[in-house]
Antibody, heavy 119, light 106 residues
């Protein structure tokens, strides 16, 4: 069974750093890109970034470039999304999701990680 | 970026109704369009890919059509399990974009 299991909810203060994770199982982790999608409270879905775990190639949305960093460790089939300095506007649910390529639809999603940034 | 516009934003319907949601792209995306269903507190679920291909396990009452810039998602006979928010998403360009969502409620 394909699973993407994300790390738990986080509460942080503005300016703090954070790394959230997404562990894939039940499939060949290096054969699928991992994407990160943001959903702000009560809002729609925004694609942020994708990473190819086989070689760590990345594509960033211009809207998120420079504010987040994506990485992956194929040895432990885990992808990460990190911030060096959080802002209150980063409060959202973050989903990891796999796709076979950048020309494929997302077929499996993680359960989401709620990040709350508040002073 | 390619802009995706869904209509309507909210749709009120009854069990058994035929429901159609429209998604328009700001430029041609060929057939590189997916539809997702999201229920409150849950992750989205893939329904349709490549504009009209039904994802495995998805009920046949869901169908997609269109190409270029105009696309539709149709639910042939609305069931209670279908009350949710639906999103279209283009994957034609390297920057993926979603529509703003259509909430289907009673």
């Amino acid at each position: 069974e394909v699973q993407l299991v994300q790390s738990g909810a986080e509460v942080k203060k503005p300016g703090e750093s954070l790394r959230i994770s997404c562990e894939g199982s039940g499939y060949s982790f290096i054969s699928y890109w991992i994407n990160w999608v943001r959903q702000m409270p009560g809002k729609g879905l925004e694609w942020m970034v994708r990473i190819d775990p086989s070689n760590s190639n990345t594509d960033y949305s211009p809207s998120f470039q420079g504010h987040v960093t994506v990485s992956a460790d194929k040895s432990i089939t885990t992808a990460y999304l990190q911030w060096s300095s959080l802002e209150t506007s980063d409060t959202a649910i973050y989903y990891c999701a796999r796709a076979y390529s950048s020309s494929s639809a997302i077929d499996y999603w993680g359960q989401g990680t709620l990040v709350t940034v508040s002073s | 970026d390619i802009q995706m516009t869904q209509s309507p934003s909210t749709l009120s319907a009854s069990i058994g109704d035929r429901v159609t949601i429209t998604c328009r792209a700001s430029q041609s995306i060929s057939s590189w369009l997916a539809w997702y269903q999201q229920k409150p507190g849950k992750a989205p679920k893939l329904l349709i890919y490549k504009a009209s291909s039904l994802e495995s396990g998805v009920p046949s009452r869901f169908s997609g059509s269109g190409s270029g810039t105009e696309f539709t998602l149709t639910i042939s006979s609305l069931q209670s399990d279908d009350f949710a928010t639906y999103y279209c998403q283009q994957y034609n360009s390297y920057v993926w974009t979603f529509g703003q969502g259509t909430k289907v409620d009673i």
